[in-house]
């Protein structure tokens, strides 16, 4: 291998953000020299742009001990434990690289950052100070010593870095950004319109700088403006939770309830456990006279708020409505003793609370974060990071972690002829009984084993259906022929003919019963037969796309991951796992039975026992991408977070990009 070049073209892959590609080719120069330093970093980077930090973290250590002057990997190993919260580790990792380069302006700012994350405001005001001293116009400085002061609740002082970071660089939207919500939260409108307005002709493609611009012009009263400022986010990004909060707001106080609630609809889709939406959703249903969707909604909202007592009001008044007169007045009931329990608590706490929407004005807002249900009617606020999204569209290039994946198992491996193309090439499995199978068989076609099965094209069927009549006149010619018995199941396999196909590899198992293709296939066969059957029987228990919950279901945490939830009865794979259990005493180093063994025992959600089998195939083929991804969901299932994790980290090394969606959903 000249790995010179295969790292010129990970750097380029680096380069381009195809970052899951990046690491793939990093990985063959660590193979090939695992004494180098810099595909360690490398890889680290490619790793932190994935949303990776522990990876990046491990893979900038491990540079580090080949090479313990590469400052670059200090800096990058900081950052990634700065993302893990690991802040007095990332300050050590930055001093580190200080005393390489002193007058490192990146080093510097991410000093003071990480001091602010410890609340050393003295100390990271010293860092910002020898920044601009040493860096008189370094903007970035300005900006994040703005935000040191915002966070003490120095207006005055967070106003002048802005101005001077503006005065110093006139065309970054970023400063024009900060400056235009400062003002905003000052009430300073007009200011804040005309510092979004510049914000957003030197970054269009923010969709939070619209999002803010829509509140400002709500509270100039240009209702109008403000709905076309959410228009253009829908337009960019049909799936804007703010937006399309805010626009079903805006649209719910000029009266047009129908098309607010479809706004509210979509962010419920977005996001099941928004109880801030449910509530508004439930005040437009009782207004165009939808009751028991009203009711519903507010049921949702009062599980989840069990003491928000104008609910129970508004309940109450549903019921009394549908002629529910005994549950209306117990839901008044409750409501007047969490009302008194609410001004007991307020008179007798010093801190001040939250006030009520109403209290706060018709046009206050609330933060994203804030979920506060008292504030259901205040437009949300969009901050730097909101709305973030990659520019590419492909499915494995960017921050592929930001993709919506669903959390499911890899699917198990089966034999075929076609295999489906990936833009991330994953490890190619040598398997001797395949070679063994592909020599000495004399099939038409080369023989995979792969989960990553293609369909058939119509020539390719017809191909098929030939190839059977020419085994079926060969056997009447050799009806003692396994070969012929394996090639023609496999024909019959292929065109989805399972009956036949079941019946031609057991008839090559009664002339050869030590014919372990022959055994692995009829595995796989059943276990195809057994999803067609519970397809056609139960269409409705194969949800297995998504990884939101149903709010309502007391026996669920909301926002954590739902893993795939089938419905199986042992019986239906007792036989497959006896194929299973028999190709393992044949051949204990096939990964493949292993492999699909643990995925049936996945289905049937005994997880320790599918952890055990991906384990051991693990160790049989160490770069098994497959089990190491399957490994972790079964670890999550069980509450082993970290191992999961773990598991999914490696996976995502190897090629699997969904890992890195699920890694950050869960961190």
Not at 133 to 158: K, N, S, V
Not at 274 to 285: D, F, G, H
Not at 412 to 427: A, D, N, Q
């Amino acid at each position: 291998m000249n790995t010179d070049r295969v790292m010129m073209i990970g750097k380029n892959a680096l380069y381009f953000e195809d970052y899951v590609l990046a690491i793939q080719y990093f990985n063959q120069v660590i193979s090939a020299k695992p004494y180098l330093a810099d595909p360690y970093y490398y890889r680290a980077m490619a790793k932190f742009m994935l949303d990776d930090f522990k990876g990046a973290e491990e893979d900038a250590s491990e540079c580090l001990l080949r090479n313990p002057y590469y400052t670059a990997a200090y800096q990058l190993r900081g950052a990634a434990r700065q993302n893990q919260e690991k802040y007095e580790l990332a300050a050590a990792d930055y001093q580190r690289s200080l005393e390489f380069f002193p007058e490192d302006r990146i080093t510097l700012v991410n000093m003071g950052i990480v001091n602010i994350e410890l609340e050393q405001y003295e100390v990271a005001e010293k860092f910002f100070e020898v920044l601009l001293r040493r860096f008189p116009d370094y903007t970035p400085g300005y900006l994040t010593r703005a935000q040191m002061y915002l966070e003490q609740g120095d207006t005055i002082r967070a106003m002048a870095d802005l101005d001077k970071a503006i005065e110093i660089d006139p065309y970054t939207a970023q400063s024009f950004s900060a400056r235009g919500l400062l003002y905003l939260q000052q009430k300073e409108y007009n200011k804040a319109l005309a510092d979004l307005d510049e914000a957003i002709r030197l970054d269009p493609y923010f969709t939070g700088n619209y999002i803010n611009r829509g509140l400002v012009k709500y509270h100039l009263n240009d209702l109008r403006g403000a709905m076309a400022d959410y228009d253009r986010v829908i337009e960019m990004d049909a799936n804007n939770l703010i937006a399309r909060f805010n626009r079903g707001l805006l649209r719910a106080q000029v009266g047009d309830n129908n098309r607010a609630i479809s706004d509210f609809d979509k962010v419920l889709e977005l996001d099941p456990n928004n109880t801030i939406a449910y509530l508004n959703r439930a005040i437009l249903k009782n207004e165009i006279g939808d009751k028991i969707g009203a009711l519903n909604d507010l049921n949702l909202v009062l599980e989840a708020h069990p003491d928000f007592f104008n609910g129970y009001y508004m309940r109450s008044q549903l019921k009394r409505e549908l002629n529910d007169l005994q549950g209306a007045e117990k839901d008044y009931l409750l409501a007047r003793a969490e009302e008194a329990k609410a001004h007991r608590i307020a008179s007798s706490n010093s801190k001040p609370v939250d006030k009520p929407a109403g209290e706060e004005g018709a046009k206050g807002t609330r933060d994203e974060t804030d979920n506060n249900i008292e504030k259901f009617n205040l437009l949300v606020v969009a901050h730097e990071d909101a709305s973030q999204k990659s520019k590419y569209q492909r499915q494995s290039r960017g921050k592929v972690q930001n993709i919506q994946a669903p959390v499911e198992l890899e699917p198990i491996f089966v034999l075929t002829y076609y295999e489906r193309s990936v833009e991330v090439p994953r490890p190619v499995y040598y398997s001797a009984v395949l070679d063994q199978a592909n020599s000495q068989l004399g099939l038409s076609w080369i023989l995979k084993v792969t989960n990553l099965e293609a369909p058939l094209n119509e020539l390719q069927v017809q191909t098929h259906f030939r190839s059977i009549d020419h085994y079926s006149r060969r056997l009447e010619e050799e009806p003692r022929n396994e070969a012929l018995f394996f090639g023609r199941g496999m024909d019959f396999m292929l065109v989805q003919d399972y009956e036949n196909a079941l019946r031609d590899m057991t008839r090559a198992l009664e002339i050869n019963p030590g014919m372990l293709l022959a055994r692995f296939a009829r595995a796989v066969i059943r276990a195809k037969q057994v999803e067609y059957d519970r397809l056609q029987g139960e269409p409705m228990m194969m949800d297995r796309g998504s990884d939101v919950e149903l709010p309502g279901k007391k026996d669920e945490l909301p926002g954590k991951i739902r893993l795939p939830e089938i419905s199986t009865r042992s019986i239906d794979y007792d036989e497959i796992l006896r194929e299973y259990e028999t190709i393992i005493r044949l051949n204990p180093e096939f990964i493949y039975a292993w492999y699909n063994r643990a995925e049936i025992f996945s289905l049937e959600k005994d997880y320790r026992a599918a952890i055990s089998d991906y384990t051991k195939a693990i160790e049989l083929e160490p770069r098994f991408a497959e089990a190491y991804f399957n490994r972790g969901i079964s670890r999550l299932s069980i509450g082993e977070t970290e191992a999961g994790l773990d598991d999914l980290r490696k996976a995502g090394e190897l090629g699997i990009i969904q890992s890195y969606s699920i890694i950050k959903r869960m961190q």
